[in-house]
């Protein structure tokens, strides 16, 4: 069985600053994906930055940055120069080889920018 | 255009009556999903199929039945709806089932099921 913890329900950042949002993840599965999504308050669940458990770099999508520390089970999401349109919910979540890929997410952390 | 587009948005009903969300990806991913996202936010798979072929069924009541009639449209119905079915629902597809890259999930808007 794979879990992810989210173990921030909210988070402030001031506007250009950087945020991260903690992830830490649990699987028996010697291969996984790790993902994050925002959640924007109209709803919808927007992809943002995928990391394969094989993958020797840190993933990087833009303003996005995945710290993936495999050893310590941790996929943080670094948001750089934070802006005002941050403001959401984050959620990570994960696959397993064993799950018919389906993803298995965290509780989700609020963020809210701030000028 | 829409990738992963659902209809209705939203669906406002009595408990008892059936009611169908539809889905459909123009991706052209082979797999499919439906996801359910509880008052808490909290998101759970229901069903995904590849290829029109069923492949996750997780604990759901069997009330709700997934169909695919092609690769490119995964519907939901819900029989007798209860109150406890409210939540909001989401399709989602990836390019294949399997590990990679590839089985990145991309999410249609939702549909927001209200129950009364």
């Known amino acids: 069985a794979q879990k992810i913890t989210q173990t921030q329900p909210g988070m402030f950042v001031q506007e250009k600053e950087a945020v991260t949002l903690d992830c830490t993840y649990d699987?028996?599965?010697?291969?996984?994906?790790l993902f994050w999504y925002k959640q924007p308050s109209s709803g919808e669940m927007i992809f943002l930055i995928y990391?394969?458990?094989?993958?020797?770099q840190n993933a990087t999508e833009g303003r996005y940055s995945l710290n993936f520390q495999k050893a310590r089970k941790s996929a943080n999401l670094v948001i750089s120069a934070s802006q005002l349109g941050d403001s959401a919910m984050y959620f990570c979540a994960m696959t397993g080889a064993g799950g018919g890929n389906k993803l298995t997410f965290g509780t989700g952390t609020q963020l809210k920018v701030e000028l | 255009d829409t990738a992963v587009s659902q209809t209705p948005k939203y669906l406002v009903t009595q408990m008892g009556n059936d009611k169908s969300i539809k889905c459909e990806q123009n991706?052209?991913?082979?797999?499919m999903y439906w996801y359910k996202q509880d008052s808490k936010k909290f998101l759970k798979i229901m069903f995904s199929?590849?290829?029109?072929?069923?492949?996750i069924n997780e604990t759901v009541p069997n009330r709700f039945s997934p169909k695919s009639p092609d690769k490119a449209h995964l519907n939901l119905h819900i029989n007798s709806l209860e109150l406890g079915d409210s939540a909001v629902y989401f399709c989602?597809?990836?390019?294949?089932?399997?590990?990679?890259?590839?089985?990145?999930?991309?999410f249609g808007a939702g549909t927001r099921l209200s129950v009364l």
């Open positions: 991706l052209g991913h082979d797999t």
């Open positions: 990391q394969g458990s094989y993958d020797q």
């Open positions: 199929y590849n290829n029109k072929e069923l492949i």
């Open positions: 699987t028996s599965d010697p291969s996984y994906g």
């Open positions: 989602a597809s990836s390019q294949e089932g399997s590990l990679g890259s590839g089985n990145i999930q991309y």
